[in-house]
Structures are given as structure tokens and as C-alpha cells.
């Protein structure tokens, strides 16, 4: 199987929480990432978790992470149209700085 | 101004042709990157590079070289390009840390097509 597994597709309504799945394979991922990309454009970074937190909150965004089961999350708060977006979860590994991507999860805001 | 930039934005261009993608970053990183994302928006890495090592990825044809002049900049250059080469291609960049997070920021990107 890959590496770093998502969904790929979800739709939420606006005003709604979004949570975005992913599970990886290499119990030595280091730090792992989510990054957004809307049409057109490059990557964003939104937000990182070291591999030893369980959580991370930053605004509209919390992380969470289930070492255990190798799954981590990423969950909008009061989703909004302009998170319409693809999500894509990535992790490093233990002495290398590459990222190993998932293949993304379009979000779907709609009105 | 921009931190990580990539020209040109758009290439179309013939099979066999040879063409090279430029990339700069205004960040101060040590580690430079490509990566390519195809239609499916599947995105892999081809290589990343710093002062001291350059780290390939196998599976990149050795059409494909980069070329880094120096440490804000990392070019890539293909030969006899191939149907298969359309793609979006990323040129990322990162500071080293001793924590080991390695955030990478990311250029708009280069949509290259081949006919």
C-alpha cells in the first residue's frame, strides 16, 4: 500500500466542521504536515505536529495525532467556501528532509 | 516579495526538445527541492539538494538534472522530453533544523506541457 493514505473527496456544508483523514506506514516519521492547495496555485503550509504530541490547535485548525494507529487528523472549524481546497497530509522521516505526500483530499465548501 | 519563485510559469514545448525550469528563493534555506505533481495531483519527490549532497530520487529518469549555481538557486533541466513529462513541477525550499522539522515552503509552480 502507500506510504501516507487519505480520502479523497469530502463535502461539507459552510459553517460546518471539516476533518480530513490520513494514515502513514513509517513508525520513523518525525514530523508530520498539512498543506493546502487551491487551484491553480503552489502549496501552503497550514500547520506541522512533531510525532511525540497528541495535539496541536493553531485558530481554525487542530491536529490530532494517533500514534498508535499511525492516523492523524486535521479538523476546520467553521468551515468556509475559502477552504474549498485540495488537503494534502506529508511527513518526513527520521534524517531526511524530503516530504512523502498523500494524494490529497479535495475539500467542498458549498454555500 | 516573493519567497520561492519559479519561471516560467507556463512551458509548452515538443517531444525531444530539451528545456530548463528555473527556481530562487529569498528565504536564506539550505535545502532546495523539486517535486513533480501529476495529473492526478499525485506529487513525488525528484531531488533535494544543499551545499553538501545531492539526493535522487531513483525513479527520476537521468533526463532529468538539476543544477543549483548556488544556494538560492536550483534549476532543472531536462533532455529529449517526453509525452510523459507533462506535469506541474514544485521547487521547494527548507532550513535545516536540528530538531529535524524540515517546513518547506513551496513555489507557485511550472505547468509544463509536451506535444
Known amino acids: 500500500g502507500e506510504d501516507v493514505e487519505q480520502s479523497l473527496f469530502l463535502s461539507v456544508r459552510e459553517g460546518d466542521s471539516s476533518v480530513i483523514n490520513c494514515t502513514y506506514t513509517?513508525?520513523?516519521?518525525?514530523?508530520l504536515y498539512w498543506y493546502k492547495q487551491e487551484p491553480g496555485a503552489g502549496l501552503q503550509l497550514l500547520t506541522y505536529?512533531?510525532?511525540?504530541?497528541d495535539m496541536k490547535q493553531d485558530q481554525r485548525l487542530t491536529v490530532l495525532l494517533n500514534k498508535k494507529d499511525k492516523h492523524l487528523s486535521l479538523r476546520i472549524a467553521d468551515t468556509q467556501t475559502g477552504d474549498s481546497a485540495i488537503y494534502f497530509c506529508?511527513?518526513?522521516?527520521?534524517?531526511?528532509?524530503?516530504?512523502?505526500f498523500g494524494k490529497g483530499t479535495m475539500l467542498l465548501v458549498s454555500p | 516579495d516573493t519567497a520561492v519563485s519559479q519561471t516560467p510559469k507556463y512551458l509548452v514545448t515538443q517531444m525531444g526538445n530539451d528545456k530548463s525550469i528555473k527556481c530562487e528563493q529569498n528565504?536564506?534555506?539550505?535545502?532546495m527541492y523539486w517535486y513533480k505533481q501529476d495529473s492526478k495531483k499525485f506529487l513525488k519527490i525528484m531531488f533535494s539538494?544543499?551545499?553538501?549532497?545531492?539526493?535522487i530520487n531513483e525513479t527520476v529518469p537521468n533526463r532529468f538534472s538539476p543544477k543549483s549555481p548556488d544556494k538560492a538557486h536550483l534549476n532543472l533541466h531536462i533532455n529529449s522530453l517526453e509525452l510523459g513529462d507533462s506535469a506541474v513541477y514544485f521547487c521547494?525550499?527548507?532550513?535545516?533544523?536540528?530538531?529535524?522539522?524540515?517546513?518547506?515552503?513551496f513555489g507557485p509552480g511550472t505547468r509544463l506541457t509536451v506535444t
Open positions: 521547494a525550499s527548507s532550513q535545516d533544523q536540528a530538531s529535524g522539522n524540515y517546513e518547506q515552503y
Open positions: 506529508a511527513e518526513t522521516r527520521s534524517g531526511y528532509s524530503t516530504l512523502t
Open positions: 528565504l536564506g534555506h539550505d535545502t
Open positions: 539538494y544543499n551545499n553538501k549532497e545531492l539526493i
Open positions: 513509517d513508525s520513523s516519521s518525525t514530523y
Open positions: 505536529i512533531f510525532s511525540n504530541m
